[in-house]
């Protein structure tokens, strides 16, 4: 299978505080929060459309979520929204200053088909 | 209470812009915003009562249990009594008069406190204590600036109403013209509503800003560079935008997050503080941090002047030490380091490193929260609060340092506490 290797950047969206008022344990939040943003044809090119099922991978660990076409980011970058899926990839090392970096995570990502992706109630089972 | 009422000048308690212009009406429970609110702004009133933690609850054999308030106040002090070194955490969506009671609960239980901006805007605390900060109010800036460079933030995503309130529309005392006065730059390492919406976009290659900011003050203070293009970006392009600098009659330069989770983190809050202060050889210039949570800069305001430290302060010995990098949340977490916890108004299950939530959700943890949050999922102790600026009032201090006071529009349900008082009580029973 082919895996396409990018840089990962986490950030905040307007949407994110929007389904986050309405509810962590919303629908609205899951599907916004559960996604990928990737180049077009980075998807192709991993022969995923939009709302497939994708795996992020990291050194740190990996996670299921749903691809979503991006006409703003270049090739070879992806973004998600930060927050419990991006938590579960994300570096642990603060390089002596309280925070890992968040932004810019060597990643690889590929289709992924069928694979379930965690609720947040999943996610905290699985750390509990 | 049937009544309808109107509210003006009301506070939103979301970000860090603080709007304090908007209309909100209330009816048999309702809110609704009137005007200028932002979605962001609009969905915390309109769902104010939605995913709320329904009532005070204990984890009994591995299940929540409705218990009463008492019996949570008295479980959750027994937790921090009994613990070696708590660590208390949140603070930022919540009031200054919390974060007060928060730094008591610290201090008298010998642990450890730290504030969202611990994983956030910690490398510019950082920085600005190296450094140091030319700044200047919101204010200032609506009435003076004509150059406004936005770097690693995207406001139009995250600060809803920054750009017609403070940065790039409004009309001030000298910029008449609002909009058209102000040149905007943007830099980002992928192109967002903020980068479509300036005069110049900067993309950059992740992780260069260092390189970018460091060639751009060479180039302020007059060196030449060799080379044709830097981070990604052209130089043509990089001198353009040092004469824009050099030659405004008022910069400033916002920033975000692409900056300090960023590659190098503090030292690019340094390389442009440096920059700042390098273009005063030429004109004023300023910089701000654009800061997430409503009070975040009041989290690091209240803990600066009660411990001498603005985020991860120990005391264990009895006394406040500051070590970022040992007594920082993540750290403390991912080193097994704290053996309870006490979580108010954040939720770090949700944001830290895997290894960090999974630590956290494997000691006794006590959540205080008006909603249901991840952390609060796997909680020991659960206790419902009021809404800060919806249900109760208090203090919290704007991105740019100016305190203002949230407002009171609804009555908590009966027998929420605003969480200032929860504390309150669980410190008297520490």
Redesign the interface.
């Known amino acids: 299978m082919k895996k396409l290797e990018a840089v990962l950047i986490t950030g905040r969206t307007d949407k994110q505080g929007e389904t986050l008022e309405i509810g962590k344990t919303s629908k609205e939040y899951f599907e916004h929060l559960s996604t990928v943003q990737m180049n077009q044809q980075d998807m192709s090119e991993i022969n995923v459309k939009e709302g497939d099922t994708v795996k992020v991978e990291t050194e740190y660990g990996s996670v299921a979520v749903k691809c979503k076409a991006s006409r703003e980011i270049d090739r070879g970058i992806i973004f998600m929204p930060y927050g419990p899926w991006t938590s579960l990839i994300s570096p642990v090392d603060t390089e002596g200053i309280s925070m890992p970096s968040f932004k810019g995570i060597k990643a690889k990502v590929y289709k992924a088909s069928g694979e379930r992706i965690l609720t947040i109630q999943e996610i905290v089972e699985g750390y509990e | 209470m049937k009544m309808k009422q109107v509210f003006k000048d009301v506070v939103c308690s979301?970000?860090g812009c603080l709007c304090d212009n908007l209309e909100i009406e209330v009816e048999n429970g309702e809110i609704r915003p009137l005007s200028k609110a932002?979605?962001?702004s609009r969905?915390?009133f309109v769902?104010?009562n939605?995913?709320r933690v329904p009532y005070p609850m204990m984890k009994i054999n591995g299940k929540h249990e409705r218990v009463s308030l008492e019996e949570s106040i008295k479980k959750a002090a027994e937790i921090l009594r009994n613990a070696d070194r708590p660590l208390i955490y949140g603070l930022s969506s919540t009031t200054c008069e919390t974060q007060r009671k928060c730094v008591e609960i610290a201090e008298k239980t010998g642990g450890i406190i730290?504030q969202t901006a611990?994983?956030?805007h910690?490398?510019t605390v950082?920085a600005f204590q190296e450094t140091g900060e030319i700044h200047a109010t919101l204010g200032e800036i609506k009435n003076r600036s004509d150059l406004v460079i936005f770097w690693g933030c995207?406001p139009?995503?995250?600060h809803?109403n920054h750009f017609v309130r403070y940065s790039v529309f409004p009309k001030g005392m000298y910029t008449e013209k609002g909009r058209k006065e102000r040149y905007i730059v943007a830099v980002d390492?992928?192109?967002?509503r903020t980068t479509k919406l300036a005069d110049m976009f900067l993309?950059i290659t992740?992780?260069k800003d260092f390189e970018l900011l460091s060639v751009i003050r060479a180039l302020v203070n007059g060196a030449k560079i060799n080379a044709e293009e830097v981070a990604g970006v052209s130089m043509n392009k990089i001198k353009e935008l040092v004469e824009k600098m050099k030659n405004c009659r008022y910069g400033v330069i916002f920033f975000g997050?692409?900056l300090?989770?960023?590659?190098g983190?503090?030292y690019n809050i340094i390389a442009t503080l440096n920059l700042v202060r390098d273009l005063h050889k030429y004109t004023r210039f300023v910089v701000i941090p654009m800061r997430?949570h409503f009070n975040v800069k009041g989290a690091g305001m209240v803990l600066a002047w009660q411990t001498g430290y603005p985020?991860?302060v120990d005391f264990t010995r009895g006394y406040p030490r500051y070590n970022?990098?040992e007594y920082?949340?993540?750290?403390l977490l991912?080193n097994r380091e704290v053996d309870a916890a006490l979580i108010v108004a954040s939720?770090p299950?949700?944001?830290?490193?895997?290894?960090?939530?999974?630590y956290?959700?494997?000691i006794p943890t006590i959540v205080v929260d008006p909603?249901?949050?991840?952390t609060s999922?796997?909680a020991d102790v659960v206790i419902p609060c009021a809404l800060a600026g919806i249900e109760t009032e208090g203090t919290a201090y704007r991105m740019d340092g100016v305190p203002i006071r949230l407002k009171k529009l609804i009555e908590p349900k009966e027998g929420v506490l605003p969480d200032e008082e929860i504390m309150e009580k669980i410190l008297k029973r520490i």
């Open positions: 979301f970000c932002c979605t962001v969905s915390r769902n104010y939605r995913d730290d611990t994983v956030c910690a490398p950082v995207n139009l995503q995250a809803l390492v992928r192109e967002t993309k992740p992780g997050l692409g300090t989770m960023s590659r983190k503090h997430g985020y991860a970022p990098g920082a949340a993540v750290n991912v939720d299950v949700a944001t830290f490193p895997s290894p960090a939530a999974k956290l959700t494997q909603k249901i949050s991840m999922l796997t």
